[in-house]
């Protein structure tokens, strides 16, 4: 269940060898060392897979809410993965990170999509949504990208 508080979003939760979120705090450190980061995406469809990379790949501080930024999206050039991030008018980029206790979309789209993440300020509130509920259905709070 990703569908967390923004203070579980900021240290982590779950199981490391199982549903694990690293804490936003932890990346964000993590991201100082070095200014060269790319954020891999790799989705699994049984049997097949796809994988995408966002290259640039940094987080604004804890005062300024973690907000997303990248420079570039490259997809695998033999499982590619569409760009559900950065990608025209639902560019999450410069967004900041959002829960159902700490929201800034404007449209209640933690608690829509049943998890934490760098909504957009706009009724569709995003392209993806991996920590969504897991389920076989099409409804938007289930996990997608």
Known sequence: DFNRTWDEYVHGFGNKHG??????????????????????????TVPNWFQGYYRGFSLSNFTDNFKYHSDVFKGNSVYPLGDSLTNGSYSIEGRPFSTYDRDYSNNNCPDRFKGGWWYLDAPEC???????RRNDSNDESTVQW
């Open 19 to 44: 549903e694990y979120w690293l804490g936003l705090q932890n990346i964000y450190d993590i991201l100082q060392t070095s200014e060269n980061f790319e954020l891999s995406i790799m989705v699994t």
């Open 126 to 132: 995003s392209r993806a949504n991996p920590n969504g």
